[in-house]
């Protein structure tokens, strides 16, 4: 059974609430009353989806930092039609939960930033340091093209597999040409919010996994360039806003919002431990007649 459940609200805040207790009566929110994460931005960044929860991957649990997990989710919202112009930044977020009573804010977490960006593909910073043994409680992306907000947002759950948080993102648009908008397939690892060295999607669908799957990119530090694979893919512009990412076995499916289309599928390279990857299926639901 859960002893812990989180949430997040419309201003951006995350929630963590107390189920240990046998008495559902005395279930209560849980690091004194405050938020988990208290967002200080002042464009309200609204969590509509729902948080998902993994052990850490690089942090030993023990008695000092229990429970020991990762809360990862983004903000967006696209329920109106005023939301469809929204454009202001969202953001997607990997918080520890080491079980301090305390409400960690955007300075507790290290910015993770696209280091390459094409009409295409993305990278994150593979080596970016969170230090979790000293003052960094988790990671940020702001969700930005070219460094302008254009509107991208997060609105569908994410899926983990293996040290990997799989999301999608959309843009939305009203021109009725583009079915809706467009938006990212993005994999990152949960640990800082970062690029596999290697790849994990099939970028260009040849069914291989190789150096076409990457990119070349310098990182801090270094003075020559490094093959990277991607965190993000584009979603082709005729497929519309992509829905939430679904893996079953070595393929992760998306479904668009342009009317009558098929999931469609990306081949993922092999995991020898591939872990929890949340919902295998879904339904469609039909309004009554």
């Known amino acids: 059974d859960a002893d812990r459940a989180y949430a997040g609200d419309t201003e951006g805040n995350l929630w963590v609430f107390d189920l240990s207790d046998e008495d559902p009566y005395h279930w209560q929110v849980a690091n004194g009353g405050e938020p988990l994460f208290r967002n200080t931005r002042v464009d309200p960044q609204p969590i509509t989806v729902k948080p998902t929860v993994v052990r850490h991957p690089t942090v030993s649990s023990d008695a000092t930092n229990a429970p020991n997990v990762m809360v990862l989710f983004g903000t967006g919202r696209l329920n109106t039609e005023d939301d469809k112009s929204d454009t202001a930044v969202q953001t997607f977020y990997g918080i520890w939960d080491h079980g301090e009573p305390t409400s960690m804010e955007l300075d507790d ?26 003052s960094d409680y988790g990671w940020y992306i702001d969700l930005l093209t070219d460094t302008n907000p254009i509107g991208e947002r997060v609105v569908s759950d994410a899926v983990v597999r293996g ?31 970062g690029s596999s060295m290697s790849p994990v999607v ?10 076409e799957d990457t990119s070349e990119v310098t990182l801090a530090g270094d003075s020559e360039k490094t093959d990277v694979g991607h965190s993000g893919k584009k979603v082709e512009d005729d497929e519309g806003l992509p829905g939430g990412p679904a893996i079953v076995g070595d393929k992760l499916f998306t479904r ?9 599928d990306t081949a993922l390279a092999p995991v020898t431990d591939s872990g929890p990857v949340g919902r295998l299926s879904w339904e469609q639901l039909f309004p009554s007649q």
């Open 256 to 264: 668009g919002s342009k009317e009558g289309e098929q999931p469609k």
């Open 202 to 211: 099939d970028q260009n669908d040849d069914g291989l996994f190789n150096n």
């Open 109 to 134: 977490l290290v910015a993770q930033e696209f280091v390459f960006e094409d009409e295409n593909t993305r990278i994150t910073n593979p080596s970016l340091e969170v230090n979790y043994e000293g």
């Open 163 to 193: 040290d990997m948080i799989f999301f999608n993102t959309v843009i939305p648009t009203e021109d009725p040409c583009e079915y809706g908008g467009t938006g990212w397939m993005m994999s990152v690892r949960i640990e800082n919010g």
